[in-house]
Structure formats: C-alpha cells, structure tokens
C-alpha cells in the first residue's frame, strides 16, 4: 500500500534556483528514500537516509528525516534544466519500498 | 554501478494474450526482486515481491494467477501477463536489491504494457 505522500505535486522554478521538495508518511520506517524519475524510464536512486540519521548530503542534495514528524524533505541546489524529472521519496519498512505519487519539477533555463 | 536490463521496453498485445517481461540484474545478484505498477503521472503500485527459487508474495489486491511472477535465478525474474485485457494497460517497473547493499533498490527501464 502506498505509504509516503510527497508535497508540492509540482513545482516549477528557474534555472540556479533551489527546490524543496516534501515527503510524509504514517507509518515506522527503516529507512526513507529519494529517487528521481525521467519521463517513461525507471526511477534512479539519488539518497538513502536512515531512520537514525537527522541529515545527508549528496552533491547538490540535502535530505533530512524528522521522525517525530514522520516527514523528509529534499533540497537540490543550484538547479539545472536538467533536474527537470519526477521525484518520489520511497519509505523502507518489512523489506519493502513504496512510494508516493511523486513531485514533478520543472527547471525552467 | 549496477545495472538492471528490462525487456521489452514497450509491448502492444491482444485481448487474450499474454505477455512475458523480463528483469535482468546484469552486474549482481539480486537476492529479492519487485515488481511495481504505475499509471501515468500517478505513484508505482507494489505489485509483488519475489525472491530467488520461492514463490512470489503479492500485494493485496494483485491476483496471483493473473501476473505470474518467476524468479528462477539470482539474476532474473519474469513477470506474466496472462490473459490479458485492456486494463491491464501500464507501465511496469521491475526493481532489484543486491545481495550485498540491502537497501538501495536498482530500477529497470520499464515496460509500456498496451492491451487492444
């Protein structure tokens, strides 16, 4: 069953702007995950962080976890044209990874 | 990095048909699979999970006799389409977990489904 619920459903902002995008779920996790997804393509793994872990950083990513919050956020800086994708945060828990309906974000050049 | 290789990438089918995809782990062995289903601009619906030389566990809701799902080797798994109809029209996703690195998940590329 669907678990993570990531907000804005679309964002669009320009070139060497930041996104943030977030994520809630309801249940306990093990870990939570970002991906990013082109249009009609598979989903790429982008960052892991667990449920013991405040904040990880990847490159231009920032992801935090507020378990207390059940919530996640993830933040690109410096967004190039080529961010534009779907993201989707991806909750662990039993082994498994499901996802939420994911963010389309648009970078305008 | 590791590699998961999905084929086809776009099948189109009759009434009545079925159709087999496949998900290769190309550069690891893929101790569990998972098959996820996704219609446009919506979320990837876990459809089963699948681990290597035992039977599938499904999702509630997806009927088992209807998307058979093998995983024969630690590096493929099949997913059956049988009997197919117009709604079962998607796009299906295989993913893969590598036996050493066992939370990340690799993705296939994908399978347009299109039932007539």
């Known amino acids: 069953s669907q678990q993570g619920e990531e907000d804005p459903q679309a964002l669009s902002i320009q070139e060497g702007e930041n996104a943030t995008m977030n994520c809630s779920y309801k249940?306990?996790?093990?870990?939570l995950q970002w991906y990013r997804q082109n249009s009609g393509r598979g989903l790429v793994h982008l960052i892991l962080?667990?449920?013991?872990?405040r904040e990880k950083h990847s490159g231009r990513l920032r992801v935090t976890l507020d378990t207390s919050k059940k919530s996640s956020s993830l933040l690109i800086t410096a967004s190039r044209a080529a961010d534009t994708a779907s993201y989707f945060c991806?909750?662990?828990?039993?082994?498994?990874?499901?996802f939420g309906k994911g963010i389309t974000l648009s970078v305008r050049p | 990095g590791a590699v998961v290789s999905q084929h086809p990438s776009r099948v189109i089918c009759k009434s009545g048909t079925s159709v087999k995809i496949e998900c290769r782990s190309l550069d690891f062995q893929a101790t569990t699979m998972f098959w996820y289903r996704q219609f446009p601009k919506q979320s990837l619906m876990l459809m089963a999970t699948?681990?290597?030389?035992?039977?599938?566990?499904?999702e509630q809701g997806v009927e088992k006799d209807k998307f058979l799902i093998n995983h024969a080797s630690l590096t493929l798994s099949t997913l059956t389409v049988t009997s197919a109809h117009p709604e079962d029209s998607s796009f299906y996703i295989c993913?893969?977990?590598?036996?050493?690195?066992?939370?990340?998940?690799?993705f296939g590329s994908g399978t347009q489904l299109s039932v007539l």
């Open positions: 699948s681990n290597e030389g035992s039977k599938a566990t499904y």
């Open positions: 249940t306990s996790i093990n870990n």
């Open positions: 962080i667990r449920s013991n872990e």
């Open positions: 993913s893969a977990r590598e036996r050493t690195i066992n939370e990340k998940l690799f």
């Open positions: 991806g909750t662990g828990a039993n082994s498994k990874l499901t």
